[in-house]
Structures are given as C-alpha cells and as structure tokens.
C-alpha cells in the first residue's frame, strides 16, 4: 500500500503563494500518476489537479489553471501543487492521491491525511 503525507499548507494573505508537497512511501512512486484535490468548509471534495507517471500530461481545475502548477520528483518520491495568486475560495483542506490519469479524469486510489490551506482577504 501506499502512504501519502501532505506538508506546506497554513494561512496566508489574498494574493500570497504556497507550494504543498506530498510526500510518498511504501510502494513504487514511479507507477502511479498523482493528483491533489480539496475540500472546502462544507463542501463537497473538488479535483484540483493531476500528472501522469512520467510529468506528459497535466490538468487542472480551471478555477485554479493559470495560477497553479503541479510537478514530481520521482527521485525523491515527491508530488507538489504550487498555487500562485491564492484567493479566499481556495480555502480548503488539500489532499494528495496516487492513481490513474486518463482521458482526463484522475481516479485517486490512495490518499493522504490532507494539509490545511486558509487565504484571508
């Protein structure tokens, strides 16, 4: 199985920046593409972002395209999410997930304990 382990959220100011990273174990990184998703207060789960295996394909939500980057590290076993110009809608517990890209949707398999991002305007 593998263990995914979320760090890099906290509380910033509208118009900030964070880079969350997600760290992954036991099992092959490599094999797996990765996304992140989020949850905002009493909301419903939202995908965000994905990357495939080998970093080919890319996609995102589009409410966070533009200003949002995800990347991997296969050497070091790590995913990241860079989000640039964060707004307070984007307030939400993110979560890191290990699974399958196609055709455009991101299936998740595995998942994270989630880090907390708070933008305050």
């Known amino acids: 199985q593998v263990q995914l382990v979320e760090s890099g959220g906290g509380l910033v100011q509208a118009g900030g920046s964070l880079r969350l990273s997600c760290a992954a174990s036991?099992?092959?990184?490599?094999?797996?593409?990765m996304g992140w998703f989020r949850q905002p207060p009493e909301k419903e789960r939202e995908f965000v972002a994905a990357?495939?295996?080998?970093?080919?394909?890319?996609n995102y939500l589009d409410s966070v395209k533009g200003r949002s980057t995800i990347s991997r590290d296969n050497a070091k076993n790590t995913v990241y999410l860079q989000m640039n110009s964060l707004k307070p809608e984007d307030t939400a517990v993110y979560y890191c997930?290990?699974?399958?890209?196609?055709?455009?949707?991101?299936?998740?398999?595995?998942w994270g304990q989630g880090t907390q991002v708070t933008v305050s305007s």
């Open positions: 990357i495939s295996w080998n970093a080919g394909t890319r």
């Open positions: 997930a290990a699974g399958t890209l196609g055709f455009g949707k991101f299936t998740g398999s595995y």
């Open positions: 036991g099992g092959t990184f490599s094999r797996y593409d």
